[in-house]
């Protein structure tokens, strides 16, 4: 009688663990599954460089706005210049920003600046009366950059014969790209130069 107990338990035993053997087995395969169908995180755009850019042509319709944005991959600033078409410029990286006219400088936070030239004054050609409110020497009106990667300053130079000038102070001297859209630059530095989120 006590041969049959031991016989059955140790029986119940090595089915429980066969049991638990082939659970485990089962539920490798489908953690593996859920891994490998993870989708894979998005590069982001390389190939930008650091050397200055240039485009063509001027306008004597005036800057009305400059605004900032962020993004996955880097930040961004706008000129907007409504009813130009569009509007050349001139970005680069400076060693210390400078006023046009007076020469005076014009300090700007970061670890690198960005001098950014657009041929569009930033007041109305007849009268002389101001279209984008900014004060030369001073933060851009309304732009805010808390929380941004690479944007850490953007100073009003001032509008000096038909050209605006602002500087851009960024984290480091990062890649960047300029577009030339319809009415606007468009200025979008890197957060870093792998392409790496």
């Given amino acids: ?8 338990t140790a029986t119940v035993c090595a089915t429980l663990a066969l049991i638990g053997t082939a659970l485990g087995t089962a539920a490798v395969p ?8 993870a989708p894979a ?12 850019e240039t485009g063509t042509p ?20 706008v000129v907007d210049v409504p009813g130009a078409g569009n ?7 400076v060693d210390r920003l400078h006023q046009d006219g007076s020469g005076r400088p014009v300090p700007v936070a970061g670890g690198a600046v960005l001098e950014i030239r ?18 030369a020497g001073h933060a851009l009106p309304g732009v805010d950059l808390t ?3 690479t944007f850490r300053a953007a100073r009003f130079a001032g509008s000096f014969e038909g050209d605006t000038q602002v500087g851009l102070g960024v984290r480091a001297r990062l890649p960047f790209r300029v577009l030339q859209l319809q009415d606007r630059v468009v200025i979008d530095v890197a957060h870093n130069w792998t392409g790496a989120r």
């Fill in 1 to 8: 009688m006590l041969r049959t107990a031991t016989t059955r």
């Fill in 147 to 149: 929380g941004y990667r």
């Fill in 30 to 37: 489908a953690a593996a599954a859920t891994r490998t169908a």
């Fill in 118 to 135: 657009v041929t569009a004054p930033a007041y109305d050609p007849e009268t002389g009366r101001a279209t984008y409110p900014a004060r």
């Fill in 58 to 77: 001027a306008t004597a319709t005036p800057v009305r706005d400059i605004r900032t944005g962020r993004h996955d991959c880097y930040d961004r600033m």
């Fill in 87 to 93: 509007v050349g410029y001139s970005v680069r990286y």
């Fill in 41 to 52: 995180a998005t590069a982001c755009p390389t190939g930008w460089g650091s050397l200055p």
